[in-house]
């Protein structure tokens, strides 16, 4: 019967450090270089909305005007993979993903912060600094999509066309592809 006693008390001390430290709880498990959500919690999940992607453009030329992603992004991934991951995660979430994302992919760390961005962007990754600047709410599919930058311009090259071939292998493995 001791034995319970003993069991609820460490409970107790580790939810209590939990809660000290701001663990929060975990959205997304990354391994062998690839991240997965997890069951996202209905408070934190968005819903899903197509039309952020792409519209008709209304000059009636029936382009296809991007708003949220870039279309050749979407396009590739698909909207059902790219939904998987449209959930707000914390500060501590977003860095805590990507420190494991740089140790599998064995490339150098790169800082995760946050801020109103202008327009219609969802984070920005700078080459010079290897700083991640996520719009807020902070959305998880945003920081896979930065990763994908930061692990193409540390491997391949700063010079590589932002959102090309070696991008779009990066950012379907990321985002759990072949």
Request: charged residues 20%.
């Given at each position: 019967?001791?034995?319970?006693?003993?069991?609820?008390?460490?409970?107790?001390?580790?939810?209590?450090?939990?809660?000290?430290r701001g663990d929060a709880p975990r959205?997304?498990?990354?391994?062998?270089?690839?991240?997965?959500?997890?069951?996202?919690?209905?408070?934190?999940?968005?819903?899903?909305?197509?039309?952020?992607?792409?519209?008709?453009?209304?000059?009636?030329?029936?382009?296809?005007?991007?708003?949220?992603?870039?279309?050749?992004?979407?396009?590739?991934?698909?909207?059902?993979?790219?939904?998987?991951?449209?959930?707000?995660?914390?500060?501590?979430?977003?860095?805590?993903?990507?420190?494991?994302?740089?140790?599998?992919?064995?490339?150098?760390?790169?800082?995760?912060?946050?801020?109103?961005?202008?327009?219609?962007?969802?984070?920005?990754?700078?080459?010079?600094?290897?700083?991640?600047?996520?719009?807020?709410?902070?959305?998880?599919?945003?920081?896979?999509?930065?990763?994908?930058?930061?692990?193409?311009?540390?491997?391949?090259?700063?010079?590589?066309?932002?959102?090309?071939?070696?991008?779009?292998?990066?950012?379907?493995?990321?985002?759990?592809?072949?």
């Amino acid at each position: 019967m001791i034995w319970l006693w003993v069991l609820g008390a460490v409970i107790v001390a580790l939810v209590t450090v939990a809660a000290i430290r701001g663990d929060a709880p975990r959205t997304a498990d990354v391994a062998a270089g690839s991240v997965s959500p997890l069951p996202a919690a209905e408070e934190t999940a968005i819903p899903p909305d197509t039309a952020a992607y792409a519209e008709i453009d209304p000059s009636g030329e029936d382009l296809e005007v991007c708003q949220w992603d870039y279309c050749i992004v979407h396009d590739h991934i698909g909207t059902e993979r790219i939904e998987n991951f449209l959930y707000e995660i914390s500060p501590a979430e977003a860095q805590a993903i990507a420190d494991e994302v740089v140790a599998d992919w064995d490339v150098p760390s790169v800082s995760v912060s946050s801020t109103v961005l202008e327009g219609d962007l969802g984070g920005l990754y700078d080459p010079s600094t290897g700083s991640i600047t996520l719009d807020e709410p902070l959305i998880a599919w945003s920081l896979i999509h930065e990763l994908a930058h930061h692990i193409v311009v540390v491997t391949d090259s700063p010079e590589v066309e932002g959102h090309g071939d070696e991008f779009l292998e990066t950012l379907d493995t990321l985002a759990g592809g072949s």
